[in-house]
């Protein structure tokens, strides 16, 4: 157990609609990391924040948009579903985002666009 | 686009050493190595990290190449519980804290 907690653990929604997911990090942990797992391109980075502050951007679609709030938790929102969405979704946290920083995912949310 | 390359798949017995390559010809001097690995139908988890010497902990050991062109994760005696993708991850002050996986080595345990 990491310590991360993410919820769902399974969506499954229909085209066009959207979705909330959800990311609560390590107790401490100040940046919050959101990656995408799909079949055909593996684990990419979409987005992070540290302490409420958006740090770094990866390969985020502008359907999808995330926040981290003051109690530290994220929600990552996914609008306009496409059935290429259909992924697991992985939350990551640590403590202060630097480059020796371990980082330590959640179990992931698996979202599948029918 | 990943800077590290690693086989595809390697194959162990239980309890022999395992000893999984990772070449990273273009490092700069300042690039960390990390590893992480996942284990079937879980996240991502850390492994260990060096920048040039050697390192150990309880899960495995890490050794970085003089020239840091290539490290080796070890693991001393493998389980059962080690089947997992490995991969190998280079972490530079210009992207700062997001990994960047590549495709990673697929280990299978042979009991």
């Known amino acids: 157990d990491s310590g991360v907690t993410q919820t769902p653990k399974h969506l499954i929604t229909a085209t066009g609609q959207r979705v909330t997911l959800r990311c609560s990090p390590r107790?401490?942990?100040?940046?919050v990391y959101w990656y995408q797992q799909s079949l055909d391109q593996g684990l990419q980075f979409l987005i992070q924040?540290?302490?409420?502050?958006?740090?770094a951007k990866g390969n985020i679609l502008e359907r999808f948009s995330a926040q981290q709030f003051p109690d530290l938790h994220s929600e990552l929102n996914l609008s306009s579903l496409e059935l290429g969405d259909s992924a697991l979704y992985f939350c990551?946290?640590?403590?202060?985002?630097?480059?020796?920083?371990?980082?330590?995912f959640g179990p992931g949310t698996r979202l599948t666009v029918l | 686009d990943a800077k590290t390359t690693q086989p595809n798949s390697m194959e162990s017995n239980e309890e022999e050493p395992v000893h999984l390559p990772c070449n990273h010809s273009t490092i700069s001097g300042t690039d960390y190595i990390h590893w992480y690995r996942q284990l079937p139908s879980q996240g991502p988890e850390y492994v260990i990290h060096?920048?040039?010497s050697n390192v150990n902990n309880r899960m495995a050991s890490l050794a970085i190449a003089e020239d840091r062109k290539s490290s080796t994760l070890i693991l001393h005696r493998a389980t059962l519980r080690d089947a997992a993708v490995y991969y190998c991850i280079l972490r530079d002050s210009d992207l700062g804290g997001p990994l960047v996986f590549g495709k990673g080595t697929r280990l299978s345990v042979i009991a």
């Open positions: 107790s401490g942990d100040l940046s």
């Open positions: 060096g920048l040039t």
């Open positions: 924040y540290y302490n409420g502050e958006e740090r």
């Open positions: 990551a946290s640590s403590v202060d985002g630097g480059l020796t920083d371990t980082q330590y």
